[in-house]
């Protein structure tokens, strides 16, 4: 509304339907005759604008005190309560048509929880107790996805053919005849009956009838074999048996025979491809995944108090967490954050499956960085202090919050070798070369991993902000300020990437420049350069966005050449980072030749030998291959794999290396399909997930990742997922009152989450990475082959989800006290 229109409310509901009508201006006149003209011109545009046919669907699921159902009109389908309904029907009987009166008039109806906390706002007392009905009804129940767990790649010794004979199998319960699956050397596959009793570690003989019609194996033609795993498959067994050698003097002709035969034979019979494909889908998803992290990290060497921060893995997602924890000489303060005692309390809780929330913000005085951090088991001692302690934080323009969570180093994990049988990874040694004993010395020093997640947000930071810090304690404050050190700690920065995806090599080169953009100019110093780019660096934030167009001066190099004139050369900034001291530029070409890039062309040409390469790989050489596959078989968080099918996207690959937390058991509770996830919680919000695909088409590879929040109502006694799951947006939960409500009526009814969604664009697949495994299965299988390819290449983006309940449900709890 232009304009408060309370006070004529009776003209306004008088005329409802009215506006089509011939002497509308006739009645208008004479009812309105008592009102200002000014007044009166207003409220004729609000009872028009009110008139005006409308096409938003309403959903008041979780947004009311009463039971939604779906309520169809024309060839909409709204989603309303009983109260909403009566509403609806009332006024669209006046209206004739559904108008924006019909939808503004079902959407503050006297049940709404925004109505009654505007009412409890104004001094209005509120008797109806509220009860929000945790309920969502939506086209699709069903989003299943499979999970594909990193770093779990099951090796095979053997190849095994796809083979199907008939065979004798003798156990205890007598002898029984059937067909096998497929072969190796020493093992084999075959089908029983449902209803034959066998069991794993057993001792069973078989007898091959298929082979003996036409080979002869020498002393004996019944084999011992050991089970070794059993999978139900329908109405059939599937066992899977290895091979017993009782006496290995005992010449043994069966073996070498096989040897021949499987040799001779794959390629008619084919080789069982499954773990190979399998192995390689969810190498292929780590590959998009861990360069796109939002998490950092952080490998923890020593014992007890000398417990430090080693080794961080970073990547673009998550360099701002590492740049935040710098002072001002780029030294990193990560052992601020990592405490030997905030380390004990992570322990406890990683137990109980909880994260450690720690607050904190940084003070710049004289040029100086002063860290301060409190944890929520620092502060929940007292509440009072705690609320003011994050309204001082809060404003603070540095205000960051940082999720922690820890593991052991799995140090069995530093190897990744491929799946193929033994005899094919000898050939192809890009990945199965094994870590250095010098890199192992260095992994066996490593502790514990500790991964930080910036949880911070807009919602949740303007809500702190509100939180009254006028009357702080200072000296409290203070007392959670670190203590500068003489000797900087040094936390080494391992580049995560699996490929250098940089067109040009940069070399490293330290110069001064001149910056100006508009009427404002800079002083700079570059870090490293490029024939087409290169990255420099201010002492102070500047006021430059991505997407500027700037001019450099090079006054220095200008000394040395004069075959070019380094002045005024238009750059465009392709990248800034969090405390805008540090830029990325690239040359910007109008309609003639950039003398910028043919000078720096010139330069490294004449210049290569002595030149530093920016080596971005790693600062520790082979360090990061190991250091990666550790971090990868430790991801707790599920990460939706974006894949594109037409010209739509769709989420069918979930990826993590465990569960952990409650999303990802609810997921797999809520699924119709055994061995899949339900992505219901996260992906049922339609408008939040139609906004993320298309802002997923506008992204590049190198855009910082789109935030949303999701808070989540599971009622674990409903019947259906309709009833079981509702979903709302932080945007349609905009008060820390409605946040509030949202969250008790969801614990009375099941349980809450809140959801930190990260979307992030994918750069293209490192096929070196992925080739031999891809060659071997299109050696034997053409057409699985190339749909492995084509499921390769056809990842578009991920997105990460945390669970961010602990900081929501401590925000609602302080705010509201």
Not at 225 to 236: A, F, G, I, P, W
Not at 529 to 553: Q, T
Not at 772 to 796: D, F, N, T
Request: with cysteine.
């Amino acid at each position: 509304m232009t304009n408060n229109f309370t006070k004529y409310k009776k003209i306004i509901d008088y005329f409802r339907g009215e506006v089509a009508s011939k002497d509308f201006e006739t009645k208008f006149a004479a009812k309105s005759a008592h009102i200002p003209k000014t007044e009166r011109f207003l409220l004729k545009m609000e009872i028009k604008r009110l008139a005006a046919p409308c096409s938003r669907l309403v959903d008041l699921r979780g947004l009311v005190d009463g039971e939604c159902k779906p309520f169809q009109h024309e060839e909409r389908t709204h989603f309303l309560d009983d109260v909403a309904i009566k509403v609806f029907n009332e006024n669209i009987n006046l209206y004739g048509i559904y108008t924006l009166g019909v939808y503004e008039a079902i959407t503050n109806t006297e049940n709404n929880f925004r109505v009654i906390y505007q009412k409890e706002k104004a001094g209005i007392k509120v008797t109806q107790e509220t009860k929000p009905k945790v309920q969502q009804v939506l086209e699709k129940s069903q989003y299943p996805a499979k999970l594909y767990k990193f770093s779990e790649y099951y090796n095979r010794s053997e190849e095994r053919m796809n083979f199907s004979i008939a065979i004798l199998v003798t156990s205890e319960e007598g002898k029984i005849e059937c067909h096998s699956s497929d072969i190796s050397i020493n093992g084999c596959r075959f089908r029983l009956p449902s209803t034959t009793k066998i069991q794993m570690g057993q001792i069973i003989s078989i007898r091959f009838l298929g082979l003996e019609e036409e080979f002869e194996f020498g002393s004996s033609d019944i084999f011992n074999y050991e089970v070794r795993n059993v999978q139900l498959v329908d109405t059939m067994q599937l066992v899977g048996v290895k091979r017993v050698y009782h006496d290995d003097n005992v010449k043994d002709g069966f073996k070498p025979f096989l040897t021949g035969f499987i040799q001779g034979n794959k390629r008619r019979y084919k080789i069982n491809l499954d773990n190979t494909i399998s192995a390689l889908l969810t190498r292929n998803f780590e590959q998009y995944v861990l360069p796109k992290s939002n998490e950092l990290p952080v490998f923890l060497s020593g014992q007890d108090e000398k417990l430090r921060p080693k080794y961080a893995l970073t990547c673009l997602n998550n360099h701002k967490i590492f740049e935040y924890w710098q002072d001002e000489n780029k030294h990193s303060t990560l052992h601020f954050l990592i405490t030997p005692d905030r380390i004990k309390r992570l322990k406890k809780l990683f137990v109980l499956g909880k994260a450690l929330v720690v607050y904190s913000f940084i003070h710049h005085s004289q040029g100086k960085s002063y860290f301060y951090s409190a944890d929520e088991e620092q502060l929940k001692g007292d509440e009072g202090f705690m609320a003011e302690f994050l309204g001082f934080a809060a404003n603070k323009s540095d205000f960051a919050i940082t999720s922690l969570t820890i593991s052991d180093v799995k140090k069995d994990k530093v190897n990744s070798f491929y799946t193929l049988s033994d005899s094919l990874s000898k050939k192809n040694q890009y990945l199965n070369f094994p870590v250095s004993e010098e890199n192992v010395e260095k992994i066996n020093e490593l502790s514990y991993l500790v991964v930080a997640n910036d949880i911070t947000n807009e919602n949740s930071t303007a809500i702190y902000r509100t939180f009254p810090a006028d009357n702080v304690n200072a000296s409290k404050i203070k007392a959670f300020g670190h203590k500068r050190i003489s000797t900087p700690c040094i936390v080494e920065e391992i580049g995560i990437n699996y490929k250098n995806h940089r067109q040009e090599s940069r070399f490293k080169f330290k110069t001064d420049v001149e910056v100006t953009h508009k009427d404002l100019s800079w002083s700079a110093q570059s870090l490293d350069f490029s024939a087409s780019g290169l990255k420099l660096e201010f002492e102070d934030a500047i006021s430059l966005n991505k997407g500027d167009i700037v001019y450099l001066s090079f006054t220095n190099l200008q000394k040395i050449t004069s075959s070019f004139e380094l002045k005024s050369l238009p750059y465009i900034i392709v990248r800034i980072n969090e405390k805008k001291t540090i830029i990325n530029l690239r040359v910007q070409i109008d309609k003639h030749k950039h003398i910028g890039k043919a000078f720096f062309k010139a330069l490294i040409e004449k210049n290569k030998d002595k030149l530093t390469l920016d080596e971005y790989a790693s600062m520790v050489q082979g360090l990061v291959k190991p250091l990666r596959n550790i971090y990868s078989s430790s991801v707790n968080i599920p990460n939706l794999i974006i894949q594109t099918s037409g010209s739509r996207y769709k989420f069918e690959a979930l990826g993590c290396a465990q569960e952990y937390g409650k999303l990802m058991p609810t997921m797999r509770e809520l699924s119709d399909k055994v061995g899949h996830y339900n992505l219901y919680p996260i992906l049922s919000n339609l408008s939040m997930t139609n906004a993320l695909m298309l802002n997923l088409k506008k992204m590049h590879a190198t855009d910082q990742p789109i935030t949303e929040v999701l808070y989540v109502a599971i009622n674990s006694d409903a019947e259906n997922i309709e009833e079981r799951v509702i979903t709302k947006v932080a945007s349609e939960l905009n008060t820390l009152k409605l946040q509030d409500m949202f969250i008790k009526g969801a614990l009375k009814r099941g349980h809450f989450l809140c959801l930190q969604l990260k979307l992030s664009r994918t750069n293209v697949p490192d096929m070196d990475y992925l080739n031999p495994e891809l060659s071997y299965i299109s050696s034997y299988a053409i057409h699985r082959g190339k749909q492995v390819e084509q499921e390769i290449w056809s990842v578009a983006g991920v997105v990460q989800v945390l669970d961010i309940t602990q900081e929501a449900m401590t925000r609602t709890r302080l705010g509201l006290n």
